[in-house]
């Protein structure tokens, strides 16, 4: 398996107004408290940049590292609004770090080893130019452990659907729970592994959710990639959209979202 897999999500806006959602609070908390002043940090896979800059606030300096330079120059706007003025930027596949052994004090990624083709290769990347002593910190979603109520006909159909792709592309959806695992195989032998949840319930979160997540299906790369690798006809993506949006009306509708987590100690 080629070490570069497909980005499953693309950058449409379904997909990027859930990232830009994120915050060092809702998306990070297991980490804060390993952060201090004089760090110097390596954001990997930053996306728009706002757990960037929740780090940045609390750290001496911060590189952010994406593969998508459309990203990065949404991330720079983030940084650019907030004031920050001590985040860099690189374009950068984590399966090939530019750095130098030995850089930063805490290398970070969220929600990126299970879209990458050898999670593996990049915890040892990770690693490498992370200090010894530094953190070596993850965290990824887990597709297999996400639970809903109600289920209307049709949204249940999403989840085979996503598995499909997302595989086909390289990726490991249920990348939460082997995050230990994987670092383990990458050499890392003090890991203290975690979990957290997300969780939509109001009805601005389950509309914003089910745009979002029923929305990708339906507009974002992650529907072409369905349709063109045979998983589902756009009927078929209709109606499981249909379906989030019933869901999105249950006035006792629930999501949660289940995270694995890692801090490795280098």
């Given at each position: 398996?080629?070490?570069?897999?497909?980005?499953t999500?693309?950058f449409?806006t379904?997909?990027l107004s859930?990232?830009?959602w994120?915050?060092?609070?809702n998306?990070?908390?297991?980490?804060i408290?390993?952060?201090?002043?004089?760090d110097?940090?390596?954001?990997?896979?930053?996306?728009?940049?706002?757990i960037?800059?929740?780090?940045?606030?609390?750290?001496?300096?911060?590189t952010?590292?994406?593969?998508?330079?459309?990203v990065l120059?949404?991330a720079?706007?983030?940084?650019?609004?907030?004031?920050?003025?001590n985040?860099?930027?690189?374009?950068?596949?984590?399966?090939?770090?530019?750095?130098?052994?030995?850089?930063?004090?805490?290398?970070?990624a969220?929600?990126?080893?299970?879209?990458v083709?050898?999670?593996?290769?990049?915890?040892?990347e990770?690693?490498r130019?992370?200090?010894?002593g530094g953190?070596?910190?993850a965290r990824d979603?887990d597709f297999?452990a996400?639970?809903?109520y109600?289920?209307?006909?049709g949204?249940?159909?999403w989840?085979?659907?996503?598995y499909?792709?997302?595989?086909?592309?390289?990726?490991?959806?249920n990348g939460?729970?082997?995050?230990?695992?994987?670092?383990?195989?990458?050499?890392f032998?003090d890991?203290?592994?975690?979990?957290?949840?997300?969780?939509?319930?109001?009805?601005?979160?389950r509309?914003?959710?089910?745009?979002s997540?029923g929305?990708?299906?339906?507009n974002s790369?992650?529907?072409?990639?369905?349709?063109?690798?045979g998983?589902?006809?756009?009927?078929d993506?209709?109606?499981i959209?249909?379906?989030?949006?019933?869901?999105?009306?249950?006035?006792?509708?629930?999501?949660?979202v289940?995270h694995?987590e890692?801090?490795c100690?280098?």
């Amino acid at each position: 398996m080629s070490t570069q897999a497909t980005y499953t999500h693309g950058f449409h806006t379904t997909v990027l107004s859930a990232h830009s959602w994120r915050t060092v609070e809702n998306s990070a908390a297991y980490l804060i408290e390993h952060l201090r002043p004089e760090d110097t940090v390596l954001d990997i896979g930053c996306g728009p940049g706002t757990i960037t800059a929740g780090i940045a606030e609390r750290v001496a300096a911060v590189t952010a590292a994406d593969s998508s330079e459309e990203v990065l120059a949404k991330a720079r706007a983030e940084i650019e609004a907030r004031g920050l003025r001590n985040v860099s930027f690189a374009a950068e596949d984590v399966h090939a770090l530019s750095f130098a052994d030995d850089t930063f004090d805490v290398v970070h990624a969220h929600q990126v080893l299970q879209h990458v083709g050898d999670p593996v290769h990049a915890l040892e990347e990770m690693r490498r130019v992370c200090k010894p002593g530094g953190i070596v910190a993850a965290r990824d979603a887990d597709f297999g452990a996400m639970i809903w109520y109600p289920s209307p006909p049709g949204m249940d159909d999403w989840l085979p659907v996503y598995y499909a792709v997302a595989r086909g592309n390289g990726g490991e959806p249920n990348g939460g729970r082997m995050l230990k695992a994987w670092a383990m195989r990458a050499g890392f032998t003090d890991v203290a592994a975690s979990s957290s949840t997300w969780c939509y319930s109001t009805p601005e979160e389950r509309e914003w959710w089910s745009e979002s997540w029923g929305g990708r299906l339906l507009n974002s790369s992650v529907a072409d990639h369905a349709v063109a690798g045979g998983h589902a006809t756009r009927e078929d993506l209709q109606r499981i959209y249909d379906g989030w949006k019933q869901w999105a009306a249950a006035e006792d509708g629930w999501y949660s979202v289940t995270h694995g987590e890692i801090i490795c100690r280098a």
